[in-house]
């Protein structure tokens, strides 16, 4: 086995998965940049760390990602994210009329 990279789990047809441990790391550091940025830090600091955290761990995810069926993700993600949009959003006709109905007031 290659320095840096471990077994983990059987993936299809039986071969190994391995970790690419400097992707863990580049990862984890991105998280505790995402996190200092979050804080009070200066300005430009946060600017800097906004600038690239988000598509890094777009780019570090989506290099990982296995060849998926495009149909059943999208039925699967348009289930899992506007069923409970509608929901939300038929709740808001709903409890907006009556709690706007007093006396213009929330």
């Not at 391995?18 to 550091?29: L, N």
């Not at 989506?62 to 289930?79: E, P, Q, V």
Request: proline share 5%; with cysteine; charged share 20%.
């Amino acid at each position: 086995m290659r320095q840096g990279m471990d077994r983990t789990s059987q993936g299809e047809k039986g071969w190994p998965l391995q970790r690419v441990q400097y992707w863990d790391i580049a990862k984890g550091i991105a998280i505790m940049l995402m996190i200092l940025g979050h804080t009070e830090a200066p300005v430009m600091v946060r600017g800097a760390i906004f600038s690239f955290h988000m598509p890094f761990f777009v780019i570090a995810n989506g290099y990982f990602i296995k060849s998926y069926d495009i149909k059943r993700t999208f039925l699967r993600s348009a289930r899992s994210l506007l069923v409970p949009y509608v929901i939300v959003c038929m709740l808001s006709a709903v409890i907006y009329p009556v709690v706007r109905s007093g006396d213009g007031r929330y």
